[in-house]
């Protein structure tokens, strides 16, 4: 089976940096995406990395480890927009994304 | 960047009607789109693969004859929860593959059903 393992929730201080992990267990795995979702929308895609490594995009980065089976999404100079959940979604080929379970981030002031 | 279109985003229904969701992508083509469902605070849950001119794929546990899926065009996608019920009530969000690639899911907006 699949399964991807995230916190539930996370708080942080505007301005700050804050990291959300996600450890994965799949069947031919081939990246790790992540996705963001506010309260009542539809998720939009962040980023995708098939690759050991990190990848920046703006205030976003991520990175993957696959011989550890392990990512993470890190947010900078937080803003209370940021305020959403926050989803790692593991890519298997053909397959549909699996997703974890959302880190929930609440940014305040 | 690709554009999935979805219709309703709200439906609020008595139980035992039907209720159809549509799920259009807007500037591509989509062979494949996937139909989700999402209860509060909780992840995206596969219920079905639709595919273009073919049967779709249903995950373990999803009712095949109450969650209707009909994809016959490469750019839209159907859904229709028969007989609905108060439980059936959750977010039903629909997505595609973009053409470029298969790593990256574009979502529509979401259809919001209550059932009363």
């Known amino acids: 089976g699949q399964s991807l393992e995230q916190p539930s929730e996370v708080t942080a201080v505007e301005g700050a940096i804050v990291q959300i992990n996600c450890t994965y267990q799949t069947s031919g795995f081939y990246g790790l995406s992540w996705y963001q979702q506010h309260d009542g929308g539809a998720p939009t895609f962040l980023s995708y990395?098939?690759?050991?490594g990190l990848e920046e995009t703006g205030r976003f980065s991520s990175f993957l480890s696959r011989s550890d089976s392990y990512g993470y999404l890190l947010l900078q100079e937080l803003q209370m927009k940021d305020s959403a959940s926050y989803f790692c979604a593991a890519f298997s080929g053909n397959t549909p994304l699996v997703f974890g379970k959302g880190t929930r981030l609440s940014v305040i002031a | 960047g690709a554009v999935v279109s979805q219709h309703p985003s709200r439906v609020i229904c008595k139980s035992g009607t039907s209720v159809k969701i549509e799920c259009r992508s807007l500037?591509?083509?989509?062979?494949?789109m996937f139909w989700y469902r999402q209860f509060p605070k909780q992840s995206l849950m596969l219920m079905a693969t639709s595919n273009e001119g073919s049967k779709a794929t249903y995950e373990q546990g999803v009712e095949k004859d109450k969650f209707l899926i009909n994809h016959a065009s490469l750019t839209l996608s159907t859904l229709t929860v028969t007989s609905a019920h108060p439980e059936d009530s959750s977010f039903y969000i629909c997505?595609?593959?973009?053409?470029?690639?298969?790593?990256?899911?574009?979502f529509g907006s979401g259809t919001q059903l209550s059932v009363l």
């Open positions: 997505s595609a593959l973009g053409d470029r690639g298969n790593e990256k899911l574009f």
């Open positions: 500037d591509f083509q989509a062979t494949t």
């Open positions: 990395n098939a690759l050991d």
